[in-house]
């Protein structure tokens, strides 16, 4: 059953059809990027520091440090911030890469991830020597500028080798002459960080990404933003006729409460509400589709004690 006759045919669905309906919704919206103020910030500040680096007459380069909770919107505005630098440059290069560490998180394992993230055949060929022989290769190869390493965190799993992998990106590609580098991830990332001073004496202040705080005027007003975006969507790709006024400033409280304001967990309410409604057909998320939403995803989740939705004053 299409869009344009699920409101207004009086055939019932089959249970196909339903399932087809509420799914094609479920894809659209987790393919919903509405960039925030805080990713433009960031991304803004990683082309300081590719800018920077073109201009360093030595061979030593300098980088910088993101650290985000997880769900913050990190790796969206990695990956965001990658395609737009990349979109206009010539065929064979690659301006800025990015790169996620390998889950291993040990020095063996980050020239792979280079080859890897430049689709290079065969990455794990060869030993580990051979394999960064490669790696800086094709780096230089495809003119690399900025090299982005994100998942940083991981390399903390094994705090023998947390020193070993910073101190490696180091050598080989910021002293060897290579480019500025940028570190990401979670918390975890400062210890890995903090176990090279030198490394981290090289770098630029840390640039953030924290969740919305409904008391800040600034993070309100985004976040308002945010959902009324997210609003329209729904609407825009068709997966509910009218608006649900998401953007309504009592709902945006409620739902920066139940999420934490936490970005990924805030879509997923998102989303579960939008499916109650798609379940029940209704016009527009009502309310008590995201109280359900947070019942079922943030408290049975574990992530809050009590929804903010079953208050009195809700």
């Known amino acids: 059953m299409t869009y344009e006759n699920f409101y207004t045919s009086p055939k019932s669905e089959t249970p196909s059809e339903r399932a087809n309906r509420i799914g094609a919704a479920l894809g659209t919206m987790e393919n919903f990027r509405f960039p925030i103020a805080q990713q433009a910030e960031g991304s803004a500040a990683m082309a300081v520091v590719r800018a ?6 030595t061979n030593g380069f300098g980088g910088a440090r993101i650290i985000s909770d997880i769900g913050t919107g990190k790796t ?6 990658r395609d737009f630098a990349n979109h206009d440059a010539a065929e064979g290069t690659c301006p800025v890469l990015l790169v996620t ?3 291993k998180g040990t020095p063996d394992t980050i020239a792979v991830s280079i080859l890897e993230a430049l689709r290079v055949t065969r990455p794990s060929a060869g030993d580990r020597d051979r394999r960064w022989d490669r790696a800086i290769d094709e780096l230089r190869r495809h003119q690399v500028e900025l090299v982005i390493f994100d998942e ?4 903390n799993r094994r705090p023998t080798m947390s020193g070993q992998v910073a101190t490696s990106i180091r050598l080989k590609i910021m002293d060897g002459g290579i480019c500025p580098v940028v570190f990401c991830g979670a918390d975890a990332a400062r210890t890995v960080l ?3 001073p030198e490394l981290i004496q090289r770098l630029g202040g840390t640039i953030r990404l924290d969740p919305f705080n409904w008391f800040r005027q600034d993070d309100k007003a985004r976040l308002i933003g945010f959902l009324k975006r997210w ?18 400033e009592k709902v945006a409280q409620l739902l920066c409460e139940s999420s934490g ?3 990924r967990m805030l879509c997923k309410i998102l989303q579960n509400a939008c499916l109650e ?3 029940a057909k209704r016009l527009k998320i009502e309310r008590d589709d995201l109280k359900r939403a947070v019942l079922d995803f943030a408290v049975d989740g574990g992530f809050i004690e009590h929804n903010p939705f079953d208050r009195p004053d809700a």
């Open 101 to 103: 560490l390998d889950p």
């Open 261 to 263: 304001g936490n970005l």
């Open 194 to 196: 903090r176990s090279v």
């Open 52 to 57: 920077a680096g073109r201009q360093r007459t």
């Open 152 to 155: 940083l965190d991981r390399a």
């Open 231 to 248: 609003d329209e969507a729904l609407v825009d790709h068709k997966v509910l006729p009218a608006l649900s006024g998401l953007s309504d």
């Open 277 to 279: 409604t798609l379940r």
């Open 76 to 81: 969206v505005m990695l990956e965001a911030y």
